[in-house]
């Protein structure tokens, strides 16, 4: 069973394989789709009446922020901590900005609450990051040049793979540092435990620029594959490579 | 835990025979240019997986731009990757090596279940590879 839909600005689709009936499963899609919707309601930068524009206007009082938004920005000041400022949701000059760890996060979530319904084997895949429970499931990295490619294809079972890249949306990804945008990677995979990990410290890595593949290796749990500028490909040893 | 990242390479598993046997006008390639080509040196290690990795150093190619040589990792049969040892500082050559990254970055398999790579607009989605395994459901 597959379903699609638009949401958070994002094409997401949900595979469930084998398991319960349809109906049951369909009612816990409904729910996970569902709390996506929340999710873009509550977060998004976008809606001007959403809890993140508020407590950026000064309307909310940061003591007074729901648990699941000082979550998430705890999240953010973790990996603006851990990679020395270059990676920030709050950039001078530019509104408050969480969504590199609210969508991770959010899809985790939403993958959560399939498995908690009793799901076991799934991929959710948010525009590009994609959680997976049971498996093998077999994820093609997009060719950072070719739409129509793969750069490489992973197996992963119970794991998560996010890829921040240039190719999508352009220089979109800011150093925080300079307030320019990171011009000397392509695109950055992350394989991790789960979904808010690897989504935060694949854009995280992205930010800090080429010496972002380094850390996200270093980081625990974390696998990585990455194309530079100059098209060279790095990774660690342990990714998970379809045979 | 501080982990080395080992392989840092520039993708032109397919480099190595199109730079080799089939010169074309918009690639480095220079017709004769393969001569005088020293035996390839090797290095070999057995990877994480159990599964042994194999370093082979290319033949220098001389070519009318300048020297060319490769280093491809195999993983059993497998070409795992191949980084660029030598090339010329041409423009035909660096107008080739994306032509070039471009067919060898290409997976060795394209049967997968699902696509990691931002697809952020709905335009990019419908055109996308994710899309089309979306729709055959």
Known sequence: MRRVEQVMGLPVSVDLRGGDADGVRSVAVDRAFAWLREVDARFSPFRPDSEVCRLDRGELDPADVSADLAHVLDLCAHYERATGGAFSARVPGRPLDPCAVVKGWAVQRAADLLAGAGATSFAVNAGGDVATAGGPWRVGLRHPLDPTAFSAVLTVTDRAVATSARYERGDHILDARTGRPVTDLLSLTVVAPDLTTADATATAAFAMGAAGVEWAAARPGCEVHAVDAAHRVHRTPGLPIAA | ?137
């Open chain 2, 1 to 137: 835990m501080k982990r080395a990242v080992p392989i840092l390479l520039l993708t032109v598993a397919g480099l190595v025979p199109l730079w080799r046997f089939e010169p074309q006008p918009e690639t480095a390639s220079a017709p004769g240019a393969t001569a005088g080509a020293p035996a390839p040196t090797t290095t070999g290690q057995v990877g994480a997986g159990g599964v042994a990795t194999q370093s082979v150093d290319g033949a220098l190619v001389r070519t009318r731009h300048g020297d060319v040589r490769v280093e491809v990792v195999f993983e059993g049969d497998r070409i795992a990757s191949v980084t660029m040892l030598e090339q010329p500082d041409s423009a035909p050559t660096r107008k080739a090596v994306p032509l070039l990254v471009r067919e060898t970055l290409t997976a060795q398999s394209a049967d997968v279940d699902t696509v990691s790579g931002a697809t952020t607009t709905s335009e990019a989605y419908v055109e996308s590879l994710q899309a089309a395994i979306d729709a055959k459901g």
